[in-house]
């Protein structure tokens, strides 16, 4: 029986259910949605929004719709012009270290609010805060260029005191807090709110404002096992803050529960009144070994009585609480369903779909819908640098940080993803294919390339002719932060000579599957007509779970590059399809 048969009658797709009932499952937007924000805007028709952590990927930034918890739409991307964020495209790192990390997402007197940092790793740890506004969140186009800020450290969260003066506040991860100038981004002086609870790394603040206190809520101990939520509470906004003796309000640590690392969370109301949380978490288990898709987006009931304390729900895969009923209204915005599955023909007149990711801005040149050459299909330019890049940021001194790689988020356990390549390649060292990336560090690829022949030259040939080849190949750290004790296989390099003569166009279907929850299988199936050639390696997932991606997750897509050469050939994708199987919660 295979793996998925077991789980889909527990998982029910939140796109196709017709009936809501109190029970849910976790995570609410699967696959990487990291450090999630989100909010109940009654003005806008009774809807939820939701956002997470973009690192360097771009379009930046998402933020997902719901009526009813859910049932999550892509709203829009909140940086999708270079201008916004320049420092994307200007870093060097082959790792998702630097970035648009945490974000805070706020709505006040008929706009949004987008509130998070630009880090940088290299050479120094350094950060931006930036302000992002909008009075359409449905529409890209709409968010503002960011008002730039000083900021002490990352996590940064906006608040403001309306019962007292309206004073707009910014609290940061240590945990400190500075008043703000919203016209012009001057910040006051700086003040220690809290050091938590003694976990270390307190960060990831939120304050609200109940029954006459003030409470704020951080997470500690590291988005790792000892992750962890923790409360105090003051009379006022600049404290000074007690903390709960209850505390931790939430956590994972400590069990065999299969969500781990469980924090960062982040409060909010529907319209009854009802409380409700949502925080990051693993579908690790406390192995904390195998979790291909990184840190996802879970959702929680909360208990709170006036003047009380906050009770916390657990986080588990299958879980009750007072879901709202979305009331016949269907969830606005013209972008997909987290869950959705992808069925893409590229067909002349359309689009980019709104949910594929860049890793940085790309050079728009290099990615065309139906060409007039070849319609219906995404023509690949090959960037002169793969998708590992040229070395670590301390080496690189001059290229250009644009990737040909266009990816979706692994927003299932189980799934069968595929496209169709074609490709002539002419140039040695051209190369197209498919990608499990997690970094620019750890990535597993299926390409057709043009190497050196491997049969018998003649004697008077100046140098080996060059033939197409099937690679597969694991680009990984030597640290995968895992024991070698724990029977870890990081496979060789396999290359295999097509049945294709030079110049003469390759036209094959790649595929990537989940197997199991541990393993991925790539393969490759020559299209042409009277050609049998069919190719399939079978890899361990925990060489893209943590290490150099270890906030992140895994994204799937295809490249194109001339791997330091000096090809220019094209590729063309077409049939993309992505189907989910399945998810596993327990």
Same mark, same amino acid.
């Given at each position: 029986?295979?793996?998925?048969?077991?789980?889909?009658?527990?998982?029910?797709?939140?796109?196709?259910?017709?009936?809501?009932?109190?029970? &849910?499952?976790?995570?609410?937007?699967?696959?990487?949605?990291?450090?999630?924000?989100?909010?109940?805007?009654?003005?806008?028709?009774?809807?939820?929004?939701?956002?997470?952590?973009?690192?360097?990927?771009?379009?930046?930034?998402?933020?997902?719709?719901?009526?009813?918890? $859910?049932?999550?739409?892509?709203?829009?991307?909140?940086?999708?012009?270079?201008?916004?964020?320049?420092?994307?495209?200007?870093?060097?790192?082959?790792?998702?270290?630097?970035?648009?990390?945490?974000?805070?997402?706020?709505?006040?007197?008929?706009?949004? &609010?987008?509130?998070?940092?630009?880090?940088?790793?290299?050479?120094?740890?350094?950060?931006?805060?930036?302000?992002?506004?909008?009075?359409?969140?449905?529409?890209?186009?709409?968010?503002?260029?960011?008002?730039?800020?000083?900021?002490?450290?990352?996590?940064?969260?906006?608040?403001?005191?309306?019962?007292?003066?309206?004073?707009?506040?910014?609290?940061?991860?240590?945990?400190?807090?500075?008043?703000?100038?919203?016209?012009?981004?001057?910040?006051?002086?700086?003040?220690?709110?809290?050091?938590?609870?003694?976990?270390?790394?307190?960060?990831?603040?939120?304050?609200?404002?109940?029954?006459?206190?003030?409470?704020?809520?951080?997470?500690?101990?590291?988005?790792?096992?000892?992750?962890?939520?923790?409360?105090?509470?003051?009379?006022?906004?600049?404290?000074? &803050?007690?903390?709960?003796?209850?505390?931790?309000?939430l956590t994972n640590k400590g069990t065999?529960?299969?969500?781990?690392?469980?924090?960062?969370?982040?409060?909010?109301?529907?319209?009854?009144?009802?409380?409700?949380? %949502?925080?990051?978490? !693993?579908?690790?288990?406390?192995?904390?070994?195998?979790?291909?898709?990184?840190?996802?987006? %879970?959702?929680?009931?909360?208990?709170?009585?006036?003047?009380?304390?906050?009770?916390?729900?657990?986080?588990?895969?299958?879980?009750?609480?007072?879901?709202?009923?979305?009331?016949?209204?269907?969830?606005?915005?013209?972008?997909?369903?987290?869950?959705?599955?992808?069925?893409?023909?590229?067909?002349?007149?359309?689009?980019?779909?709104?949910?594929?990711?860049?890793?940085?801005?790309?050079?728009?040149?290099?990615?065309?819908?139906?060409?007039?050459?070849?319609?219906?299909?995404?023509?690949?330019?090959?960037?002169?640098?793969?998708?590992?890049?040229?070395?670590?940021?301390?080496?690189?001194?001059?290229?250009?940080?644009?990737?040909?790689?266009?990816?979706?988020?692994?927003?299932?356990?189980?799934?069968?993803?595929?496209?169709?390549?074609?490709?002539?390649?002419?140039?040695?060292?051209?190369?197209?294919?498919?990608?499990?990336?997690?970094?620019?560090?750890?990535?597993?690829?299926?390409?057709?390339?043009?190497?050196?022949?491997?049969?018998?030259?003649?004697?008077?040939?100046?140098?080996?002719?060059?033939?197409?080849?099937?690679?597969?190949? $694991? !680009?990984?750290?030597?640290?995968?932060?895992?024991?070698?004790?724990?029977?870890?296989?990081?496979?060789?390099?396999?290359?295999?000579?097509?049945?294709?003569?030079?110049?003469?166009?390759?036209?094959?279907?790649?595929?990537?599957?989940?197997?199991?929850?541990?393993?991925?299988?790539?393969?490759?199936?020559?299209l042409h007509s009277g050609e049998k050639f069919e190719f399939k390696r079978?890899?361990?997932?925990?060489?893209?779970?943590?290490?150099?991606?270890?906030?992140?997750? %895994?994204?799937?897509?295809? &490249?194109?590059?001339?791997?330091?050469?000096?090809?220019? !050939?094209?590729?063309?994708?077409?049939?993309?399809?992505?189907?989910?199987?399945?998810?596993?919660?327990?």
């Amino acid at each position: 029986m295979k793996p998925w048969t077991l789980m889909i009658p527990l998982i029910m797709s939140a796109t196709t259910a017709t009936t809501l009932h109190s029970s &849910y499952t976790n995570p609410i937007l699967p696959g990487w949605h990291s450090d999630p924000s989100c909010i109940f805007v009654a003005e806008e028709d009774n809807t939820f929004f939701c956002t997470t952590s973009s690192f360097l990927t771009t379009p930046a930034i998402p933020i997902y719709a719901s009526k009813d918890l $859910t049932t999550w739409k892509l709203a829009s991307h909140v940086v999708t012009r270079p201008s916004q964020v320049p420092e994307i495209n200007n870093s060097t790192s082959q790792t998702q270290q630097d970035g648009l990390w945490a974000s805070t997402i706020r709505y006040r007197k008929g706009k949004f &609010y987008l509130l998070t940092s630009y880090v940088s790793m290299y050479p120094d740890f350094k950060f931006t805060g930036l302000l992002f506004t909008s009075t359409d969140v449905f529409s890209d186009a709409a968010w503002s260029d960011p008002l730039r800020f000083e900021i002490g450290d990352i996590d940064p969260d906006i608040f403001w005191d309306d019962d007292v003066d309206g004073q707009a506040y910014i609290t940061y991860a240590g945990i400190s807090q500075v008043p703000i100038d919203l016209e012009t981004g001057e910040t006051g002086a700086a003040y220690k709110l809290w050091s938590g609870t003694g976990a270390g790394l307190p960060e990831g603040p939120h304050i609200y404002k109940k029954d006459g206190w003030y409470y704020l809520c951080i997470g500690e101990g590291g988005t790792e096992l000892g992750h962890q939520q923790v409360i105090a509470r003051a009379r006022k906004v600049s404290g000074p &803050y007690e903390g709960y003796e209850g505390n931790p309000v939430l956590t994972n640590k400590g069990t065999s529960e299969y969500f781990q690392t469980v924090g960062h969370a982040d409060l909010f109301q529907d319209k009854k009144g009802n409380w409700w949380g %949502v925080a990051l978490a !693993t579908r690790s288990g406390p192995d904390w070994r195998v979790y291909p898709m990184g840190r996802e987006t %879970v959702l929680f009931p909360v208990t709170w009585e006036e003047g009380e304390w906050p009770v916390f729900g657990a986080v588990r895969g299958k879980a009750t609480g007072p879901l709202p009923v979305a009331e016949g209204h269907s969830v606005p915005g013209h972008g997909p369903y987290v869950d959705a599955d992808d069925e893409i023909d590229f067909k002349s007149g359309s689009h980019i779909p709104r949910h594929f990711l860049f890793w940085r801005f790309p050079n728009e040149d290099s990615f065309t819908i139906s060409p007039a050459e070849r319609p219906h299909s995404l023509r690949l330019l090959p960037s002169k640098s793969n998708i590992t890049g040229p070395g670590t940021s301390e080496e690189t001194t001059d290229f250009d940080p644009a990737i040909t790689l266009i990816t979706r988020v692994q927003s299932h356990t189980y799934f069968t993803y595929s496209v169709d390549i074609s490709f002539a390649p002419t140039k040695l060292g051209e190369e197209a294919g498919v990608t499990i990336f997690l970094t620019q560090y750890q990535h597993i690829d299926l390409g057709i390339v043009l190497l050196p022949s491997s049969s018998p030259q003649h004697s008077s040939s100046p140098r080996p002719a060059l033939e197409p080849h099937i690679r597969f190949q $694991t !680009t990984h750290l030597d640290d995968l932060n895992t024991p070698a004790t724990q029977n870890v296989s990081v496979p060789e390099t396999v290359v295999q000579a097509l049945p294709c003569p030079r110049g003469e166009e390759i036209r094959a279907r790649l595929q990537i599957q989940a197997v199991d929850d541990a393993h991925y299988t790539l393969s490759a199936t020559l299209l042409h007509s009277g050609e049998k050639f069919e190719f399939k390696r079978k890899v361990q997932s925990v060489l893209v779970s943590g290490g150099t991606g270890r906030f992140t997750g %895994v994204l799937l897509g295809a &490249y194109a590059t001339s791997n330091g050469g000096e090809g220019t !050939t094209p590729a063309y994708l077409s049939r993309w399809r992505y189907r989910g199987l399945g998810q596993k919660t327990e």
